[in-house]
C-alpha cells in the first residue's frame, strides 16, 4: 500500500472501501503487514477460543472471522462496507452471521452477547472512541475481552511533517493505492495516553498492550520488508477486559 499524499483535513471524509474492496482484500490477504504481522499477532493475543462467542468489529472481507471459526469459535462480523461484507460472505458462506453496520452507531446485539470482541485495525478511523467502545463493553459479558489493534501513535506522528503535537487529536488523510487506483484515507491521530484513557473512561481494564514482532516465517518472504518492520513500530496491541462482576 502506498502513503503516495497526505494532507491535514478539518473533517472527516467517509472512507470508501466499496469502490476498492476486491484489491484492498487481495493485498490484506498476503500482504507482510497483514497476513503475517498484524492477524498473527491478534490470533496470537486472542489465545484458546474454542466455544467462545465472538464479535469482530470491522471484519472487511473475513480474514480473521475465518481465521478464529476455523479455531473453533462462534464467530460474528459487522462491517460498514457492503462491498467487503460480499467478499466476507463469499468466503464464509450464505450462513455466516454477517451484518452491515456503523461502528459509531449501537450495535444489534443484546448485552453480553459476545465473550471477545476483536477490532481490527479499525478504531483509528474514528475520531470519538466513547461511543464505540461503550457499545463494545455493552455487548460483552463480564469478564469479556476486547482485542485491538491501531496504527502506533508514535508512526502516526512521525508520518507528518511538520510534525504535529503528539498530544493533540488530529486527523489525517493520504492515498492508498491499489491496482493502479488511488484513494484518500482518513485516520485520526491519538497519543497513547489518550487510548488508555478511552479504554478506562468505557470502564475497560488494561491487561496486555503489545508491540509484537512479525511472524519469522516471513523471513524469507520479505527479507527487506522483515527488517523494517522487526526493528521499527508499525501498530500497536491492546487487550482490554470487562471486569468480572462481584459476588
Given at each position: 500500500m502506498g502513503h503516495d499524499r497526505e494532507r491535514e483535513q478539518e473533517?472527516?471524509?467517509?472512507?470508501?472501501?466499496?469502490?476498492?474492496?476486491?484489491a484492498y482484500a487481495a493485498e490484506n490477504e498476503s500482504s507482510l503487514v497483514n497476513a503475517h504481522y498484524e492477524r498473527p499477532a491478534m490470533l496470537a493475543l486472542a489465545g484458546d477460543v474454542t466455544g467462545r462467542r465472538i464479535l469482530d468489529a470491522g471484519c472487511g472481507s473475513g480474514p480473521l472471522t475465518a481465521a478464529l471459526r476455523d479455531r473453533g469459535a462462534v464467530v460474528t462480523g459487522?462491517?460498514?462496507?457492503?462491498?467487503?461484507?460480499?467478499?466476507?460472505?463469499?468466503?464464509l458462506g450464505e450462513d455466516a452471521a454477517l451484518h452491515e453496520a456503523d461502528l459509531r452507531d449501537p450495535l444489534p446485539f443484546a448485552d453480553g452477547a459476545f465473550d471477545d470482541v476483536v477490532a481490527s485495525l479499525v478504531?483509528?478511523?474514528?475520531?470519538?472512541?466513547?461511543p464505540t467502545l461503550a457499545?463494545?463493553?455493552?455487548?460483552?459479558?463480564?469478564?469479556?475481552?476486547?482485542?485491538?489493534?491501531?496504527d502506533h501513535p508514535f508512526v502516526a506522528?512521525?508520518?507528518?511533517?511538520?510534525?504535529?503535537?503528539?498530544?493533540?487529536?488530529?486527523?489525517?488523510?493520504?492515498?492508498?493505492?491499489?491496482?493502479g487506483k488511488s484513494v484518500p484515507m482518513t485516520f485520526w491521530r491519538k497519543s497513547l495516553h489518550a487510548m488508555a484513557e478511552a479504554f478506562a473512561t468505557a470502564g475497560f481494564r488494561l491487561s496486555v498492550i503489545s508491540e509484537p514482532q512479525p511472524d519469522p516465517a516471513a523471513r524469507e518472504l520479505f527479507p527487506d520488508g522483515f527488517r523494517d518492520l522487526s526493528s521499527t513500530p508499525c501498530f500497536l496491541?491492546?487487550?482490554?477486559?470487562?471486569?468480572?462482576?462481584?459476588p
Open positions: 473533517s472527516e471524509p467517509a472512507n470508501h472501501y466499496d469502490g476498492f474492496a476486491e459487522v462491517d460498514s462496507s457492503a462491498g467487503m461484507l460480499a467478499l466476507a460472505r463469499r468466503r478504531l483509528h478511523y474514528l475520531e470519538d472512541w466513547g457499545e463494545v463493553r455493552r455487548v460483552l459479558r463480564p469478564g469479556g475481552r476486547l482485542i485491538a489493534s491501531v506522528y512521525t508520518f507528518q511533517d511538520p510534525r504535529p503535537d503528539y498530544f493533540a487529536t488530529g486527523n489525517y488523510t493520504f492515498d492508498w493505492t491499489f491496482g496491541f491492546f487487550v482490554v477486559e470487562v471486569p468480572p462482576q462481584r
